[in-house]
């Protein structure tokens, strides 16, 4: 009977393991951006190599996602200084960390970290072995871009365990690109509903 116990364990522990990407971002509950009528972000060339169109294309869905939870309005600026949220690809350090965050808050420019020792999926429907899904890390980074906090329930967008999975070969079983109702709750409380 303890071998088994002690074998579910095991068995559990692999499989958290294995899909449990986290991300390390600490958020003061303070936290708010600037102007909730006008939050500019940036992408930063740096450190990738998927093209401006590719990820254009997934930060903006990802910011119109949270566009429509609650009450803060984004636009896309070409411009680093003054742009309120940078999203960035750089090293994040930590196993299994594969995302982080700075707060908003004086100075105002938040920086949102993928970590460059990843392979960033922007194909859901063929990734490449291994990867990770970009639009559904995009859209819990954009979360703390508008200063939001970790949730601890893993079946949310904003959980800092089992962020997303990596991908198996023709399989995409972690895609998290639709925001919960705890999600939302959070968001709301913070700006208000959609607006
Ligand atoms: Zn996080």
Redesign the pocket.
């Known amino acids: 009977m303890s071998y088994l116990v002690f074998l579910g364990f095991f068995l559990l522990a692999s499989i958290i393991t294995s899909s449990g990407q986290t991300?390390n971002?600490v958020i003061p509950a303070t936290a708010r951006v600037r102007d909730v009528r006008r939050v500019k972000f940036y992408l930063d060339p740096s450190g990738t190599t998927i093209p401006f169109y590719i990820r254009k294309r997934i930060f903006t869905k990802a910011f119109d996602t949270w566009e429509r939870a609650a009450c803060v309005k984004f636009a896309i600026t070409s411009v680093k200084k003054g742009a309120d949220i940078v999203l960035q690809f750089s090293s994040v350090t930590g196993a299994n960390v594969v995302?982080t965050?700075t707060a908003p808050g004086p100075p105002f420019q938040v920086t949102l970290i993928f970590d460059i020792g990843e392979t960033w999926s922007t194909t859901p429907h063929s990734p490449p072995t291994g990867s990770l899904d970009l639009h559904s890390v995009a859209l819990?980074?954009i979360g703390?871009g508008i200063g939001l906090e970790?949730i601890i329930n893993p079946a949310v967008v904003?959980t800092?365990t089992i962020?997303v999975g990596r991908f198996s070969t023709g399989t995409s079983p972690f895609i998290k690109t639709t925001l919960t109702t705890e999600d939302i709750a959070a968001a709301v409380a913070k700006y208000g509903p959609a607006c």
């Open positions: 991300c971002a995302a965050a819990h980074l703390h970790h904003m800092n962020l």
